[in-house]
């Protein structure tokens, strides 16, 4: 019987949420093709202001995501005891 490791899954969800979270931010910087710029945060042109900082935080939640979610799928891979060359090959 198989039982389930809900920590690293848990980390993932994190992952998938961080993720979002630095996408959704990015949008928030980045002009659209659609042209209303209303929405848009002028984070790059005030380098020194909180505003600027805590964004550009928020962006690098979704490297960070990225990490968490490879890291913890690489966890269950190298946990199965089947040898799966397809999924190592689609995860490199």
């Not at 202001?49 to 799928?73: E, H, P, R, W």
Request: hydrophobic share 45%.
């Amino acid at each position: 019987m198989k039982t389930r490791n809900s920590s690293i899954e848990f980390l993932k969800i994190i992952g998938i949420f961080f993720i979002v979270i630095g996408h959704c931010a990015q949008s928030l910087c980045t002009p659209s093709l659609i042209g209303r710029d209303s929405y848009l945060l002028d984070a790059y042109q005030q380098p020194g202001s909180k505003t600027a900082f805590f964004v550009a935080m928020l962006m690098q939640l979704a490297q960070l995501g990225n990490y968490i979610f490879f890291i913890s799928s690489a966890w269950f891979l190298i946990g199965s005891k089947k040898s799966r060359k397809e999924k190592a090959l689609q995860l490199a």
